[in-house]
């Protein structure tokens, strides 16, 4: 059926949705009255309605067990994580053992560095995408001054070509033939923040393996947005932020991903109790003896508060399952492509997507770049009740998720901006 930029065709197309019902699921802010147009899924997920729930038992467990809730808890606080590791594995695409729900995303980056980041003679740079996320900027070039290297010269951006905003994968992959042997970690987005590129991450990590260096993606935008494969994509490791589309709260637990081909290697790593061998975990013994599986670069103990509600949320992804959300993702966001166009015809306005056209190289974020219009038109639409992102020097991002937007949440969208644009 052809795309129409009308009431009708979006609620049919709501109407065919088998997600459709999740929608229901998620609290929305309210503006006047009315639900907002939430297009920033990328930044803050909804929340679950049934999140409340699932902390009040792990408060009510706290009152009524103390410190005996770490067994006798409903969910016994001393494995929580590991409640979460099917459904983990399950979304990425990976072996049950090959993930483990800990700490943060930036902390886990770290973690992992210190894994798979050990520059030795002249292999000693690290690639990246142009304009990666700062804090990860800030974890390499820290890890670099760490180690003794020069961010200046280790730290390589792969850049756009003249005129152009994404990257292709042959060039970031002529990049890592050049750095060759100097190259000792390629670590990418899964997808970029800022333009919505969705990298080749099979490809980006055969190309690093065959000159001898290690991949990682950082899937802060990848995670509950893209179907990924991690396992088979091969890379080395992964990490992710459960707060972005996995819809589990501000700053709650992130995830990490360690290929079986490492695991059991003793890789040197950062150690902590919670990663030893939990059979012998308290016999509290000096020597550290890892855990066979990713669990062996979790340091800490169970953030059960923030995992409550990461339990919830993954529990709706594993409902909807990730391949019928990504296929809902692919219609939603060509339906946004096409309103902006739609939008741009009919006000004159040059509204350029920088996001890749391609399906295959994007996942639900659109990065629209409004020439001639700056700040006061995101300002405009931002009063008029989208809740959408600004991104300096001159990018709205919207993020249309497929777990609780509709079609008719992207078509007021264009309304919206049409009004503003003619305003
Ligand atoms: C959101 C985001 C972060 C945030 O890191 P935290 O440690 O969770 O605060 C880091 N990297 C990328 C790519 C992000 O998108």
């Not at 929608?23 to 999140?51: C, I, M, W």
Request: charged share 20%; aromatic share 10%; net charge negative.
């Amino acid at each position: 059926m052809k795309p129409e930029n009308t009431l009708a065709y979006a609620q049919a197309q709501d109407a065919n949705d088998p997600l459709r019902a999740f929608r229901s699921e998620f609290h929305f802010p309210q503006h006047g009255g009315n639900d907002v147009l939430y297009f920033t899924g990328n930044s803050l997920g909804l929340q679950p309605k049934a999140a409340a729930d699932a902390l009040k038992q792990e408060l009510d467990d706290w009152a009524r067990f103390g410190v005996e809730g770490h067994f006798q808890a409903k969910h016994p606080w001393y494995s929580y994580h590991e409640e979460l590791t099917a459904s983990l594995a399950r979304l990425v695409g990976a072996l049950p053992e090959e993930v483990v729900a800990m700490n943060q995303l930036t902390s886990n980056l770290h973690f992992l560095m210190v894994s798979f980041y050990r520059p030795s003679g002249k292999r000693k740079k690290i690639l990246t995408e142009t304009r990666p996320f700062p804090s990860d900027t800030y974890a390499f070039t820290s890890q670099l001054s760490f180690h003794g290297g020069d961010p200046e010269t280790d730290l390589v951006e792969v850049q756009p070509r003249a005129g152009e905003h994404t990257l292709r994968t042959e060039d970031i992959i002529a990049k890592i033939n050049e750095l060759s042997d100097e190259l000792a970690l390629v670590c990418f987005g899964g997808v970029n923040f800022y333009t919505g590129q969705a990298f080749d991450m099979a490809a980006i990590t055969k190309a690093a393996h065959a000159v001898g260096a290690y991949a990682g993606f950082d899937l802060a935008h990848a995670a509950g947005n893209l179907h990924l494969k991690l396992h088979d994509c091969n890379v080395d490791f992964a990490c992710w932020c459960s707060y972005k589309y996995l819809n589990s709260g501000p700053g709650s637990v992130a995830g990490a991903f360690v290929h079986q081909r490492h695991l059991g290697q003793q890789l040197p790593l950062f150690a902590g109790w919670w990663g030893h061998d939990k059979n012998e975990r308290f016999k509290m013994e000096r020597t550290f003896k890892p855990m066979p599986t990713a669990e062996a670069w979790q340091v800490s103990n169970a953030p059960v508060f923030s995992m409550a509600v990461h339990r919830v949320a993954l529990e709706q992804f594993d409902r909807a399952g990730i391949a019928n959300l990504r296929a809902k993702s692919e219609q939603l966001t060509a339906y946004l492509a096409f309103i902006i166009a739609e939008v741009a015809k009919s006000t004159g306005t040059h509204l350029e997507v920088i996001t890749p056209s391609d399906p295959a190289q994007r996942g639900c974020q659109l990065s629209i770049l409004a020439h001639g219009h700056g700040k006061a038109l995101f300002n405009r639409i931002t009063e008029r009740g989208v809740i959408a992102d600004w991104r300096e020097p001159n990018v709205i991002r919207v993020a249309p998720v497929p777990m609780y937007n509709s079609f008719e949440d992207v078509w007021r969208f264009g309304q919206i901006l049409t009004e503003c644009l003619a305003a």
